[in-house]
């Protein structure tokens, strides 16, 4: 069995790197008959982005490559060993963008017809856009472009031209001529532009390319809802094409209709016309949506923080391989929602994998903890040759006391491994911590900040909605009492809560203010859109009960409903009111600058991790500072910071993971577990191999580790 992994766009690219992370811990796996799980040997990755420079990108290929080195490593290693079992190639599709028109203006220079067919369909800001940075949220752009660059892959090899995509089909024949069964799926979000244009095109393409190949090919889509925010854009949006977020659920919904009404699901595994064989489609309710810290349409500042939707992606994938879709397995062929059984993010939310994902990546967390707490400066004496490093540490001298006797060429082999390993661990630290800061408030402890701002949502909403009755009451004033006093009331509940407003927008500051009317306005226009959708529905009705249906219905049912149809729209009239007042506001914001504000001193906790379920936001905030440490040059170190950060690790070693028990392995018993390993196989590959292995082992508390 071959399995491929195509990322499409940003998102897909960032699932890419989370897939790195999940072979490392060997969550890619078959099961027999007896329910005991084998590795998948290798898993081919293709990365399709026409943002060649995007920082996501190079920072999955990046990963996958010090991966590599370790895992290669390791098919030396004579010995069992806790994880790196899966091989991960991956490979990036150029396209040829070098050679190709890279905006609708280029592909349509120099005719006549299809200038004027694209100034019809197109804004000039769109016709404009380059493609290098991505379709900023633009499918019917990238539908252009794929279409294109997929009918162009035939020219291409007949003029021999190199192709990553017809590589990749090359493989896949010859794999399927041998009888292999091949297993494909395609990953990236439905709410931008590469990946809601690029999946449905190469997944028609693919399927279509090997037709009479379908028992043996099997295809899905990993396809990612909203499930974010974007910080609103400073750019003049008549001139420029920006990425909002309150486009994506709207183009969330029409993504959804077109798989739906175009049969993207295949019926059975005879059916001809269907694409996929299996959906899998993960997101959050607006209310879990956060906003991204750092944000950017593209290239190489494209490197947006890691989520937890992500990593549970690989999770669908891993499904995705492991299961059947032909012959008596021909019934999974379906579309797959993530069951979601625990109120907040936690090992238990992974249900029967709960053992394998929580011993896998926190072994691999507190591996990276106490390597950069401890072990690294150490062990790259070892690589330089220092016997003292090499004999006189416990915890190097199984492993590395020969190597002070070693040739250069040996200790520059076995540098370049630790300097992978750093690497590696170094990038899988930063993924867990963004993947812990970036947990929807839902689904964790609030922050004081956090909490500040619902407070402040809530009673926003409250104050427009009061605004509003109070314009509809100046418009239709009535002399009773009860009406004024009525009246009086709403103006002091309005007034006081004014004044909560201002307290509370100084508190959270002027960013996160207007941030709580932007979401006011995205929640205004939605609850607006499904009001006008019901009373369309209830219109059509009534209209059918006074006339084909009009001998079926008594008179007091038609009463009934032209009276919901009446309360509807005053509520609908209402609603328009609170958007047009949010609108105001937002202007009024702009308009003063609002986001200069500082806010408060009880408010700036925004960068800090809060408590969750997975791991201690206390210790993950000492391994992020070491980090920082290592990052700066040796002169702009503080050995202060360095030797704090490092000793808080190693007192909490055991405490990294959220259970009911801390672990029993605290760094003591870890390094007296390394001074007794074993050194197993030759040269650098066996010196390093056997030093991970004996570590991984010492800090897992499964047996087997």
């Known amino acids: 069995m071959s399995c491929y992994v195509l990322a499409v766009g940003g998102t ?78 991956a490979s990036r599709w150029n396209m040829n963008l070098s050679k190709r028109a890279m905006s609708v203006d280029k592909m349509v220079e120099g005719h006549r017809r299809d200038k004027l067919l694209s100034r019809t369909i197109f804004s000039r800001t769109e016709s404009s856009l380059e493609y290098s940075e991505g379709f900023r949220g633009h499918p019917d752009l ?27 089909l090359d493989r896949i024949t010859d794999e399927m001529k041998r009888g292999e069964k091949v297993k494909l ?76 009404m175009e049969g993207m699901i295949r019926s059975g595994e005879n059916d001809e016309k269907g694409i996929f064989d299996a959906l899998y489609m993960l997101g959050l309710p607006t209310e879990a949506f956060i906003t991204t810290r750092i944000y950017s349409t593209g290239s190489q500042s494209q490197e947006n923080d890691a989520h937890m939707l992500e990593w549970l992606a690989t999770r669908c994938i891993s499904h ?158 009535e002399e009773s009492r009860a009406w004024q006093e009525e009246t009086k009331t709403l103006r002091k509940e309005y007034e006081d809560m004014q004044q909560t407003r201002s307290q509370l927008a100084k508190k959270i500051g002027g960013y996160a203010w207007l941030s709580v009317l932007k979401d006011a306005q995205d929640s205004a226009r939605e609850k607006l859109y499904r009001q006008e959708e019901s009373i369309a529905e209830a219109e059509a009705s009534l209209e059918r009960m006074n006339g084909e249906d009009a001998g079926l219905v008594d008179a007091q049912m038609i009463r009934q409903q032209t009276e919901r149809l009446e309360t509807m729209r005053r509520a609908a009239v209402t609603m328009e009111l609170c958007r047009e007042q949010i609108s105001l506001d937002i202007e009024a914001a702009i308009r003063e600058n609002v986001v200069q504000r500082a806010p408060e001193q009880a408010a700036q906790d925004e960068d800090a991790l809060s408590r969750n379920g997975l791991m201690d936001a206390a210790l993950l905030e000492k391994l992020y500072l070491l980090l920082n440490q290592y990052g700066l040059k040796p002169a702009q170190r503080s050995s202060q910071v360095f030797d704090a950060a490092a000793i808080e ?32 196989g030759s040269g650098a590959e066996g010196a390093l191999c056997s030093f991970l292995t004996t570590l991984l082992r010492a800090v897992g508390e499964e047996e087997g580790q």
């Open 12 to 89: 897909g690219n960032k699932i890419l790197e989370s897939l790195v992370y999940c072979a490392a811990i060997d969550g890619f796996y078959t099961v027999d008959e007896e329910g005991a799980r084998s590795p998948i040997p290798e898993i081919r990755m293709l990365s399709v982005d026409v943002d060649s420079a995007c920082g996501n990108t190079t920072r999955a290929k990046r990963a996958a490559e010090y991966y590599e080195d370790i895992r290669q490593a390791y098919e030396k290693y004579p010995a069992r060993h806790p994880g790196f079992h899966t091989a991960v190639l």
């Open 142 to 168: 990238g539908v252009l472009f794929f279409s294109d660059v997929l009918n162009s892959l035939e020219r291409l090899r007949a003029e021999g031209q190199p192709d990553e995509m017809n590589d990749l």
């Open 185 to 260: 799926i395609l990953c990236g979000s439905i709410f931008g532009g590469t990946g809601a244009s690029g999946i449905p095109a190469i997944a028609r393409f693919l399927r279509e390319y090997f037709r009479d190949n379908s028992p043996l090919f099997e295809m899905a889509a990993m396809l990612m809802l909203p499930y974010y925010k974007v910080p609103p854009s400073s750019q003049n949006e008549e001139m420029e094409i920006v990425v909002k977020s309150s486009t994506f659920l709207d183009k969330a919904r029409t993504a959804l209709q077109y798989y739906g």
């Open 320 to 477: 995705f391989f492991r299961t059947g879709f032909r012959g008596k397995d021909a019934h999974h062929i379906d579309c797959y929602y993530y069951q979601w059984h625990t109120p907040q993010l936690c090992w238990q939310s992974f249900d029967q994998e709960e053992e394998l994902y929580r011993n896998g990546y926190t072994s691999l967390l507190k591996a990276a903890a106490l390597f950069f707490a401890e072990l690294y400066p150490s062990l790259l004496g070892c690589a330089n040759g220092h016997r003292k490093s090499c004999t006189r540490i416990g915890y190097c001298a199984p492993f590395f006391s020969t190597f002070h006797k070693k040739t250069s060429a040996e200790q520059a082999e076995l540098e370049n491994l630790l300097q992978s390993l750093y690497h590696f661990l170094n990038f899988y630290s930063n993924w867990m911590i963004q993947v812990v800061r970036t947990i929807p408030p839902t689904m964790r402890e609030k922050r004081i900040s956090e909490n500040l701002r619902t407070e402040a949502a809530e009673n926003y909403d409250q104050l427009v909605k009061r605004r509003a009755l109070l314009t509809q009451r100046e418009e239709h004033k």
């Open 649 to 680: 690790l190693q007192k909490g070693l055991n405490k990294m993971s959220i259970q009911r028990v801390p672990d029993r392995m605290d760094t003591t018993r870890v390094i007296a577990g390394l001074g007794g390993g074993t050194l197993r």
